[in-house]
Structures are given as structure tokens and as C-alpha cells.
């Protein structure tokens, strides 16, 4: 398991990241910011390629700054768009994997392998500096995978990829994620990482601001009303009872009759009060939808 | 036994080398002293009185254009690079991203450009000296192999001696070009004629009590460098300063930071 613990990188006056501790488990985890947020920096520390100006990253107990021992568990696939121009994208692939530790022969079979897994086909054996983005994206994500790491770091995979590409790459880091490998995914796009995990991390000015499963995430805010759509057939008098409550700040109707929106300060009080109601009376509920509980929202919300 | 990566990255740098633009400028350089010798075949075949046998032309393109120019411009551009193309091509996090020491990324890559450089520089002496020496005769190439070998260990440690030096510059200094040709071509041409210790600071006072041959135009010249050490003492000297800058290239690099996120504001 890579952990990190309260690490902060300084760039002479300006932070990169500030006192972050977290720990990579198991799965996909996203890793959520917007541009300039530290995701970078954070994974670059990850990955051993910055020393921390204070605090410790380490995996399984070997710390990560320019140690080979720790280095041998993790794949890391850069976000820049910098390559070996005159190679293919499989001899890039077999080059770094024999870098890696393997031979020869093992390196060419595995980066075979490798792009094979993020699907690159024919197109592996192209010079590198005739693929198109998404192409050059999926190499590096098969640079980072090259010697089976247990553990990696991909920081905006899916920058520039078409979206068929886009598809098989999110199916791909599902699958190594399933297969037992820690894998953190930076991405400023939220549904992306939504598409391939609710475990995530939130980074906003080289800070941590949450973590753990979006809703989760979202009940922890909890100064911040959710807003839960209803659908029922008889809205008038569930609203009348809505309204009473003390965890609902607000009632408003839809444009049709039988639907309203409702501002909800404790989803947990809510979902007990509303199941007595509906075991009281007929109201015939026929949606109920929290929409507030996705990353979208969550993020907005944090970063408000 | 060297290990596999090691390898790997001494090919990739050597390849990358040969298949470069810098790669085919150096082969250029290579074959100037050829085109000299040629000339004066040329030269001499016409007719033409040259003050000059093949051994002093021999002499004067080693010692001057070799040793002189050729070594510390060729190592200046490839050492220089070789760890800051990296940098500024943003591939350095591939390579500091592997379980690799840094250390050996960076013996092995100066390794590769010493072999390719030193291979280079064989070359165009041994083609210098079977051009330029086959004017005296036949038996002056016999006569001359002493020499010939002589200047052939020389340029190889010359190449390693310059190239430790440009490849340590590349890794400490911001603009390492600039340094080094201020290293490489003001430093090294004006101290090593200097009197008194401090010429011994310098590559080139070494390389010239080396070199075997001294042919009458460059006598006075070799007699002012070498004179006041003996060879041993100058490969003792070479030996240290090469040991010295991949010593210190080694600790840079072990410190050295790789994140193109600085660059790119990520």
C-alpha cells in the first residue's frame, strides 16, 4: 500500500501540495481537481520523482524518492505528452519494461501484452511521432503497466482520447482495479472518474478537501441542504407534511403537479421520516432521487 | 556481469547518438582530417612545394584538431545533453520512474557516448594516419604505430576525461552549453599554457604530456605543456578528474528531482 503522510511540497514560495495524508488501497481511486489543484505534483511525489519538502511517502514501508526497491511495485504514466519521438510505441513499451528489470525477450512479450490491454492494436507498431494523442495516451498507459505493477499512478489518462478510446481505457483501469491492483487516477473531468469509481479524492489548491465514497463525501457536508427530487401521485399532501419537518428547509413544486424538489439538511433523518409516512398514508411515491449525490455536486459543493 | 537495464539504456543512447542530427555533424568532423590529408596528396601530386611531410600533417591534425577540437566540441554537445535532453524532452520521469539506482542511468548513458565518441575519433585517426603517413613511404605506417597507439589511448581518455566533465556540466548547471564552452574552449586553452599549478587544473596540459608524437612545428608547444610532469603523473591526473566528475555526476543525479508537472502547471 502507497501512504502518504501529511506531505507538503514547496516551489520556493508557492505550494504545491500542503500537509496531504492519504493512503492508496486496493481498487481505482480517483483523484479530483481542477487544473492547477496539485493532482501532478501529488503523484509526482507518489511516484518518487519529487522529494517531499516535509512529510513522508512511502510504499509498503520503503520510502519512494529515488528508490529503486519501492519503484519495482509501481507503474506511473506521466500526464505531459513527452515521448521518444523516433521509436515505436512498442519498442517504448519494451524499452522502459526492460528498464523495469526484464529481459530481452520478456520485455517484447510483455509490451505486446501491455498494449494489447489498453487496446492499441496495430498501432503499436507505428513510429511514435505519427500517432495521433489518443494513441500516444494509450502508450503511455502501457508503459506504466509494462512489469505488472501492483500499484499505479496514471495522472489524466484519458486526456485526448476519442470516445471510443475513452470507453476502453475506462473498462481497462476497471479491470486492473478489480484485479486487485491499487490504481489512482487523476482527472479534472468529473465524469470520468465517476465512470470508473465512487472512491475518490478531492484536491483543491494543494489541499485534501475529502475523501472516501461520493456519497460519503456528500454526507459529510453537512452544513450544505441536499436536494432530493420527489415524484408522487398525491405531491400536495406529502409536501404539507414536508414542510414540517425539521430536516427539510425548503419545499418547491415542479412545473407538473406531481413532482417537487426539496432542500434536505439531514438525508438520515429524512429517509426515516419519510419511510413512517408512506407507511401511514397513500401518497403512491414513485421516484425518490437524491441529486445532489453525485461527484458533480459534491465537487461544486467543496470547491464553493 | 552488466545488468540487462544498464544495457538497455547504453544502447538507447547510443543508437539515439548515431541516428541524430548532432550524430551525422559529427560524422562530418570526423572525416575533415581525411579531406586534409587528401589534400595534400593532392598538394603534392600536382607539384606543389608544401613545407610539410605526412607525419607533421599527421601531428598537427591529432594534436590540434583531435585532441584539440574535436573531443572537447563533440563531448561539450553529447555530454552536455545527455541528461538534460531528458529534461527538456519531459522523458526523464520514464527513466527516474524505474527500479533502476539513478547512478547506473547515468554511468550508462556516459558510458554509451564515451564508446560511441571514442569509436568516432578511432576512426578518423586511423584514417588520418594511413592517408597522411602513406605519403613518406610505406615503412613510415610501421615506423609510426607506436604512436598511432599512443594517440589512440590518448583520445580514448580524452574522451572520457571531457565527456565525465560536459556530462557533470549538463547535470549542474542551468545552461551547460554556455559553461562548457566557456569550460571547454576558454578555460582549457587559456590556463593550460599558463605557468606554474594551475595548468595542471586543466584536461588539456594532461592530454598534450600524453600524447606520443611531437612533430617539429608543435615541439616548442609540447615542450611548454608537458615538460614539467611526467605521464604517469598526467594519467594519474586524467584518471582523478574523470573519477571526480562522474562522482559528482552520481551525487547530482541521486538528488535530482524529474516532474514535468512544474513545467506544464499541473
Known amino acids: 500500500m502507497i501512504r502518504v503522510q501529511s506531505v507538503s511540497k514547496w516551489y520556493g514560495l508557492v505550494v504545491g501540495v500542503n500537509r496531504i495524508s492519504l493512503s492508496v488501497e486496493p481498487g481505482v481511486t480517483g483523484l479530483l481537481g481542477v487544473n492547477g489543484a496539485g493532482k501532478s505534483t501529488l503523484l509526482n511525489l507518489m511516484a518518487g520523482l519529487l522529494r517531499p519538502s516535509s512529510g513522508t511517502v512511502d510504499l509498503d514501508g520503503k520510502p519512494m524518492f529515488a528508490n529503486p526497491e519501492a519503484l519495482k511495485s509501481l507503474g506511473y504514466c506521466p500526464s505531459p505528452d513527452h515521448f521518444y519521438e523516433d521509436v515505436t510505441g512498442l519498442e517504448f513499451v519494451a524499452y522502459l519494461g526492460r528498464l523495469s528489470g526484464l529481459s530481452p525477450a520478456q520485455a517484447r512479450e510483455r509490451a505486446v501484452e501491455a498494449c494489447r490491454e489498453v487496446a492499441l492494436g496495430e498501432e503499436a507498431g507505428k513510429k511514435v511521432r505519427a500517432m495521433s494523442k489518443g494513441m500516444r495516451q494509450k502508450v503511455k498507459m502501457a508503459q506504466a503497466l509494462v512489469h505488472d505493477p501492483p500499484v499505479l499512478l496514471l495522472d489524466e489518462p484519458l486526456n485526448g482520447m476519442d470516445p471510443p478510446s475513452r470507453a476502453q481505457a475506462i473498462e481497462a483501469i476497471r479491470r486492473w482495479g478489480q484485479q486487485g491492483k491499487s490504481v489512482l487516477v487523476s482527472s479534472h473531468m468529473l465524469h470520468e472518474v465517476e465512470a470508473m469509481t465512487s472512491r475518490i479524492l ?10 472516501g465514497e461520493v456519497p460519503q463525501v456528500r454526507q459529510a457536508i453537512a452544513s450544505r441542504p441536499m436536494n432530493v427530487f420527489v415524484r408522487c401521485a398525491d405531491a400536495r399532501n406529502l409536501a404539507a407534511a414536508l414542510i414540517t419537518w425539521p430536516c427539510v428547509q425548503s419545499v418547491s413544486f415542479g412545473t407538473e403537479g406531481k413532482a417537487l424538489t426539496t432542500e434536505v439538511t439531514d438525508m438520515g433523518d429524512f429517509r426515516v421520516r419519510l419511510g413512517d409516512l408512506m ?3 397513500e401518497l403512491g411515491l414513485e421516484i425518490l432521487n437524491p441529486l445532489d449525490d453525485n461527484l458533480s455536486a459534491v465537487f461544486s459543493y467543496l470547491v464553493a | 556481469m552488466i545488468e540487462g537495464p544498464v544495457r538497455a539504456i547504453f544502447g538507447f543512447t547510443a543508437r539515439g547518438m548515431t541516428c541524430s542530427v548532432k550524430g551525422w555533424l559529427f560524422g562530418l568532423l570526423l572525416v575533415l582530417p581525411w579531406a ?5 596528396r593532392l598538394l603534392i601530386w600536382k607539384g606543389v612545394q608544401v613545407p610539410m611531410g605526412g607525419v607533421t600533417l599527421y601531428g598537427i591534425l591529432v594534436l590540434a584538431y583531435v585532441t584539440g577540437f574535436l573531443v572537447p566540441i563533440a563531448t561539450l554537445f553529447f555530454g552536455t545533453s545527455l541528461v538534460a535532453d531528458e529534461v527538456e524532452g519531459g522523458t526523464l520521469p520514464y527513466l527516474f520512474g524505474r527500479p533502476l539506482r539513478r547512478e547506473k542511468i547515468f554511468l550508462a548513458k556516459v558510458a554509451a557516448m564515451t564508446v560511441v565518441l571514442a569509436a568516432g575519433c578511432w576512426l578518423s585517426i586511423l584514417g588520418t594516419y594511413l592517408l597522411s603517413l602513406s605519403l613518406d613511404g610505406a615503412g613510415a605506417l610501421g615506423r609510426g604505430a607506436g604512436t598511432l597507439l599512443g594517440d589512440l589511448a590518448t583520445t580514448a581518455l580524452a574522451v572520457a ?10 547535470l549542474a548547471m542551468k545552461k551547460p552549453l554556455f559553461w562548457g564552452l566557456i569550460i571547454g574552449f576558454g578555460w582549457e586553452n ?16 594532461h592530454l598534450h604530456t600524453l600524447l606520443p608524437h611531437s612533430a617539429a612545428p608543435q615541439g616548442v608547444v609540447q615542450q611548454m605543456l608537458a615538460s614539467s610532469e611526467s605521464r604517469i603523473t598526467a594519467l594519474a591526473f586524467l584518471l582523478g578528474y574523470t573519477a571526480l566528475f562522474l562522482g559528482l555526476g552520481c551525487v547530482l543525479i541521486r538528488r535530482m528531482e524529474a516532474s514535468a508537472a512544474e513545467r506544464e502547471g499541473g
Do not use: C, I, M
Open chain 2, 36 to 40: 586534409a590529408a587528401l589534400l595534400l
Open chain 1, 202 to 211: 478531492l484536491l483543491h489548491h494543494g489541499k485534501l478537501l475529502a475523501s
Open chain 2, 161 to 170: 576525461a571531457y565527456g565525465a566533465l560536459f556530462a557533470f556540466l549538463g
Open chain 1, 279 to 281: 407507511a401511514d398514508r
Open chain 2, 190 to 205: 587559456l590556463v593550460a599554457w599558463l605557468p606554474g599549478f594551475l595548468k595542471r587544473l586543466t584536461l588539456l596540459f
